[in-house]
């Protein structure tokens, strides 16, 4: 069960989690404040990152391997060629800008914080037992996707290569 504060910031795992977890919001709100797209793109990779380190303390490896590998690495990269692809013409529409609503924002986003954490300290958790998740859940993803769903993931692989190279298509037409 959980005592309160003082049982949270005695455990390390609860200070990686609190650290993953502003990076992962950080990272959010710079994407959704930066103006510049490139600036958007490092910060949504900040939270893709920071999201695998909270699967790795889930003790999820797998995904946190798959959320760097694919979302942190390849969606990044891919949003980056995007921009540099396209003639992307930043600055010309720039709206008034009302100072208020990011001091809304602040004081709405400190009361959720405050409501969440109330909810969370008077909530009661209960041990349902305990999960036997297995020695290599890595080994048992492999034996599964190479095994039993082999076809459906050789498909996949055949309809992304197919999308990639359409992908590329579309972009040199509207090139010339």
């Not at 003082?6 to 502003?22: E, K, M, N, P, R």
């Not at 009661?124 to 993931?153: C, M, Q, R, W």
Request: proline share 1%; no cysteine.
């Amino acid at each position: 069960m959980f005592n309160g504060l003082g049982d949270f910031l005695s455990s390390g795992t609860s200070w990686a989690f609190f650290i993953f977890a502003l990076l992962a919001i950080g990272g959010a709100i710079f994407m959704i404040s930066f103006t510049k797209v490139v600036h958007m793109v490092v910060a949504v990779a900040l939270t893709f990152i920071s999201l695998a380190g909270l699967y790795v303390i889930l003790e999820a490896e797998f995904v946190a391997f798959v959320q760097v590998l694919i979302y942190a690495g390849a969606i990044s990269i891919l949003m980056i060629f995007g921009i540099m692809m396209t003639k992307h013409r930043q600055g010309e529409d720039e709206g008034a800008k009302r100072p208020w609503h990011e001091g809304l924002a602040i004081l709405g986003a400190v009361g959720l914080f405050g409501v969440l954490f109330y909810a969370i300290q008077k909530s009661t958790f209960v041990s349902s037992g305990t999960l036997d998740a297995g020695k290599d859940n890595t080994l048992e993803i492999g034996k599964l996707l190479y095994n039993v769903h082999v076809i459906p993931f050789e498909i996949m692989s055949v309809l992304l290569t197919v999308a990639f190279i359409g992908a590329i298509v579309v972009a040199k037409r509207e090139e010339d």
